[in-house]
């Protein structure tokens, strides 16, 4: 059954929470092989849904599903050694959490039902702010603080936003179930307004969660002090759960017929969000937060292309995936730099081609690939975008897009050749480069490439499924 | 004969002027005991839910339990360990918040009646008090330094959306289960929020926010 | 044929001019003045000695010489010398010819560069910057030319069907070209106001300081290669200030050489009365010469359809 | 089509073979730069045989199930790939006793790799069927060649090379695609041959786009600011390649662009004709000034892609006044300039590795006298020197004398505009030859004449037999295609052949001049051998003596005494002083008998500076002050939520 999805993770993570710790690291290791294979199964149709009322199976929704659990994959491997070397002191907790996360990431994908979706995202905050605090430092708490606060108010307005969806329903006089996939048949009777107020209210909900400038605020703070493992999976998964959100409310507009209204919103919101990102990416001293303001540019990247619609939806999809790919490598390699000099800042650190060649691979390939270079994928997806930007008569946000695009490069070029190359005196504390973490940065990258050259047909039809509700195109 | 419904309503009002006013933490949090009762208590006066079967009769009770005494009571405990008595100066002084908080009921009534929308029954007052929560809520997480009163002005503002939730969607809609989730989260939230802050209290020997300043770029 | 000989005779009498310029400046201040034919007797006694190499040279330093004197050589085989058909012509020589002139301008400042002296160096910089706005001068007269008669080789400009003189529909213009070409030839040939070879104050030379080194043969080479090529500039003046009909063939030698040398005692009567520019009016002073011609392009735009 | 691509896997597989065997050093570099030679040999030899049947070469995969990545075959590919396939082995060659520091085998071993991904990229990009595959292996390229420039990333200069080149590279990149993306938008497909069909004003754009986005890869004035410091960053036969070749590849967009979108509009020749006079003049100004061998030779290259952008302009303007005649010239001298720059610019900046290596300084000023000890290199180095000035009878005359023909040819056609560039195009072409001519007689005379300024320099040795050999064979080849003219101009307006709107150019029009340039510089060389006979008889029987020069009177002259190429240069740099910014520093002397006094100059580039200045500084500074939006403050972040929300909600209702 779907359901399975997120009961088994969170089963499992409950069931961390209270066994020894030796236990939990296996557990979170089987578990996550479990849940890989489980949404397997869902792409092949394996599974049925039990209770249609909340659930469903959607190709946005199997999408983002795939690209959370494969991530997970990933991560529990390099989390196993992480804990190994960083001592963390209540790792039950941790191992509980990330199991309890995954379960309600994956409860995200699948949710059908607006309050169901709105209680998914919610939970995923609050599992995930103990993995924030896992190192309790001063700084990790105040991280903890702002995500758990900000957040938690964004997305009671969201809550608020699903509230004047199903107002537009009562107002239309429709008897149809409150479920996403339902509303989108009924979506032309709608109340336009308050289908308009709730929108506005979950783009604001949602897209503080998915990092939005202005709400971005929580984002930087929370993925820079979490431990590497942590960020990693808040950028790669969790962005991308809170993206689903505004995603079905757009194609619920789209459908409604006041696309015009969302999508212009959504490239307000994307072309802000990569602007701010641009702002504090240049000249940052932190390169954690780099990485983070850079997930808050590429999530406006994605909304940006959602909001544009055809050709560059195509690309916003692709960029979804290939962002999560990519930015979760460079969290954990980033967790490797951290282990290997414990410091988070560039001026402190310097020649990593030196000193941790492995790492310095894994995270040189990433910053290409985040730049929007080939051979990764995220090259295909701004390219993409940018044509469809072109294409739907945007000239001028097509320019800013690529204005903002430089900045971003402009500042983590810097930061990246000088962490990479620079010479630095205050020699580095030397740890080994154990396999177990620096595989996963490798595998994730080896993925985007992958994807990037030969892509399966099964995923490609999905994609074409998933914009297709949104009138997006492959065809110019 | 009073309208109970408009007098729960009223009370609602007078917690969120209380609450603004107030510099005692304590009373603060009986404040939102108050609160949480009354906000529960709405959907059952109202007229279109008096066919209210013994699953919605489990349910209301399970939400007064949590929303009147769960949460005042986390927060309760969250007091008492962290010693702390009273809000020492404010960003927006108390008189000025009181100004504040009556402002603020009248823009909601102005919003209202500019909405001139088709609230069923015609309960612009609930609808006036909902917006008036919120933007109280707003107001206290804005104005105040003590992460205990952020947390209070958080629920306040869950209790205002909850409020335009009951006022403003048919019942049809009400699947307890999915409300009974929405409730669970807030009840985790106010927990983790609670431990956060215990941390806090333990780390700088204060709940004062403005220590909590240190990322930024 | 006919253009072989008036090559071989230009060839033979090109080292006579510029003895006329010293018997004209020794007529002004009073003096006798050395034989015309000072030049070949000096050349011949160059080429019968040896010569001395600093130690700092390499083979660049004996290239130069001869790459200079061959250029100008080569110059010559393309002119036609009192408009009688050149040995060779195409159409576009011209841009050829004053690249081998820059050829030969290259080696020599090259050479100088070669024997580690200060003050070559220094003549070398000199040289290699005047010539190159002399360089722009002389494109510009080309462009003026190809607006004239569309073409791009000597031969074409004054034995063509529409020679370019002071008699032809734009021959305004040209006066204002001969006053710029004379200041060329001056710049290029280091004359006076802009270079003077008699100072002996190795500070103030340009083109002079660039040859101390050489000696003998290789010093002979120098000269005769200048000679040839202040013939040449002299002859560019001198077919546009008296158009030839080329019909005439050989016939026309005894005029054209007449009208040269008359360039050559103009030369002399420059070099008498003027002293040497300092050195940082000499760069307007081409300029000026550039100045002049452009503004007679731009004229042209005019004259033409 | 399969020798073809056996020798891009040749090629490919030669550059990731140092990766395997990087700890065997010697026959690692052996086996890469045989590997590499054969397969650019092969290249070289499938191009000879497939020469007559081009249009029969192409091949395309399906790629992301809808798009397809296609290569074909063109006559300009054909003549983009040569200079590929010629400097490429050699600077493999080159490479072989450049890198000579076993410790770094491995380092050396990835910058093998990344060369041989360049090579494989350059020529996927000239054969790139339509825009998606150009676009792809466009940044290929511009990634491989980034890794190049950093290879010595322990120098902050390095460093900052690498930083400027990868943003320029990112930002061409970006613009080149947004020029795609309009045709795009017009045709909905990504192939070239739609183009032609856009309206006249989007075409005008997509060029525009184009030429910013081509024209910062290839130097063009002022995008080429990240130029002058790649090329020295980056190993010198890395600097060979990227800038004989790769820095064409944008000259090959430029022209691709042109051409697929067959306009004849004027203003497209006019803007290229006016940015390559620009480059051209300020790219050999700046090279003046410049007092490092590799810096100045990377000035050139924005020089020389001025000249060939004369080219290109005189061209296009030929072809939008239908002359086909001019347009032959230029487009004919432009394609020429491309071979030659390559040719002779890889040779001066394998002369000036070599230098660098053996003395192990770049700066101009502290060499000299380097002919004596290092003989090959001298002379190879004066063949490109007199090559690059534009000098007959080597090659880079002969494709300048095709532009000045294309430009003379302008000359006749009335639109005032026209006229008046064509007339600029002239003098600045001959302004241009002079002060190249000037900068190398510098170069020559300053670095290899003379005496050495310092005594650790009068031991140099030549550099290995696997340096100078490519250098000879390039010096050989300017001298040949100077020689024998009429075959290049013919291979470069063969080169035209199967272009739009140049179908119905007469080659033997442009081509005849080929047996003119060849008889003038064969009368030269004869002049030359035969004065040269004259003189050894002369010299026959003479007393030779030989002592130090004659010091006009100073009597201890030291070598410090000689001419600097700073001096040198300086009349000529402060000449134009508002277009070259000149910082000199000296001590004034004041004394009657004055102590020592110094000389130093800086010439600072003005597009440089005017970007510091008017662009990134300014959006540095305003960026800065925006980080306040961070501040720290929930409150302050509570209140970016409701502002975010009153601001959505009166968007709503205005």
Redesign the interface.
Known sequence: MLELLFLLPMIAGLAALFLPANFGRGLLIVAALFHFQLSIMAWMDKLPIYTADYFAKTPAGMLVLLVTSFIFLCISFYAVSYIRESKVENESVFVGCMLLFLGTMSMVTIADHPIVLWIAIEATTLVSAPLIFLHRSKEALEATWKYVLICSVGIALALLGCFFITLSVDIAEIDVPLTFSSLNLVAAQLDPLWLKVGFIFIIIGFGTKMGLAPMHTWLPDAHSEAPSPASALLSGALLNCAFLGVYRAHTLMHLAGLGDFSSNLLIGFGLLSMFVAGIFILRQADYKRMLAYSSIENMGIIAFGVGIGGFALYGAILHMIHHSLIKSSLFLSAGNILLGFQTKLVTELGCLVKYFPKTFFSFFAGFIGISGLPPFGIFISELFILIGAFQSGHPVFAMLFMFALLLVVAGAAQIVTDISFSENETSAIRGEESLLRTVPPYVLLLASIILCIWMPTEMYDTILNTIKTLGGTIHG | MINLNDAVLVIILLTILLSLASNRLLSLVKNMAIQGFMVSLIPLLLERHSSIGSGGLIFFQVMILIKAVLIPGLLYVALKRISIKREIEPIVGYHASLFAGLVIILLSIFITDKLHLSVPDGNEMLLTTAITTMSAGFFLMMSRRKAITQVIGYLMLENGIYLVGTALTKHSHTIYVVEFGVLLDLLVGVMIMGIIMHNINHAYDDIDTDRLNRLKD | MESILSLGLALLAAPLFPGIILKVKALFVGKKGPPLFIKYYTFVKLLKKGSAYSTSTTFVFAAGPIISCAGAIMVLFFFPIGAIAPVFSFHGDVIVLFYILGLGRFFTIAAALDTASPFQGMGAAREAFFGTLAEASIFAILILFYRMNGSLSFADYFTGLQPISLTSPAGSLLLLVIVSLFMVLLTENSRVPVDDPATHLELTMIHEVMVLDHSGPDLALIELGSFYKLFFYSAFITLMLCPLDPARGLLNLPLFYAVLALVYVAIGFIESVTARFKMRRTPKFILTSCTLVFFAAILTMGFNK | MNIFLLSLCLIVVGGSLPLLTYRRFVLTKFLYALTTTIGCLTGLFALCTSYSHLERLSWSWSW???FSLSFTFDSLSFFFLLPIFLICPLAAIYSFHYFDDEEKSFRIAVNLFFTNILIASMILVTTAGNM?TL??VW??M??SSFFLV?YD??K?TS?TA??LY??FA??GA??I??S???I??H???FEFNGAATLPESTKLLVFFLAFIGFGSKAGVFPLHIWLPHAHPAAPSHISAIMSGVMIKMGIYGILRIYFILESTNLLMGQTILVFGMISGVLGVLYALGKHNIKRLLAYHSVENIGIILIGAGLGMIGLSLGDLTMAGFGFGGCLLHVLNHSIFKSLLFMGAGTVIKQTGTAHVDQL??L??TMPTT?KSF?VGS?SI????PFNG?ISE?LI??AA?IG??Y?P?AT?LLT?LA??S???I???A??C??KV???VF???PRSKQFTKTTEGGLAMTIPMVILATACLIIGIFPQQFIALAVNGLRDLNGLELLDPALCTA?GA??A??SR??LL??VV??FI?KV??RK???????????GFTQ?T?R???TGT??????VS?FKPFVMLEESTIRLKKIFPGQTTYTNQVGDIAEAGMAKGLTGPL?NL??R??W???????L?????????MV??LT?FI
Do not use: D
């Open positions: 992301l199930h809808t998606l676009a792809l940044e290929i511009s990634v950093i990333y322990e902050e460093r690498g930083y990868f943003l990112q930002a970006l613009i695609f947004a795609f993306a309009v795009f938008s045709t909905a497909s000299g006298g002919m004596k001298g004066l007199v000035s534009g000098l007959p005359f004398f000045y023909f003379f000359l006749q009335p005032h006229l007339i002239i003098i072409l001959a302004i030859g002079g002060l001519s000037f190398f007689t020559v005379g300053i004449l003379g005496e001049i003119q340039l008889l003038a009368l030269f002049i030359f004065i040269f003189r002369l010299y003479k007393e030779i003596t030989s002592g130090p020069t004659w010091g006009c002259g070598t005494i000689q001419y001096s040198y240069a300086r009349t000529v000449f540095v960026l800065g925006l980080r939006i961070q501040h720290g403050n929930v409150q972040y509570i209140g970016y939520i409701i502002m975010a929300i959505v909600l709503l």
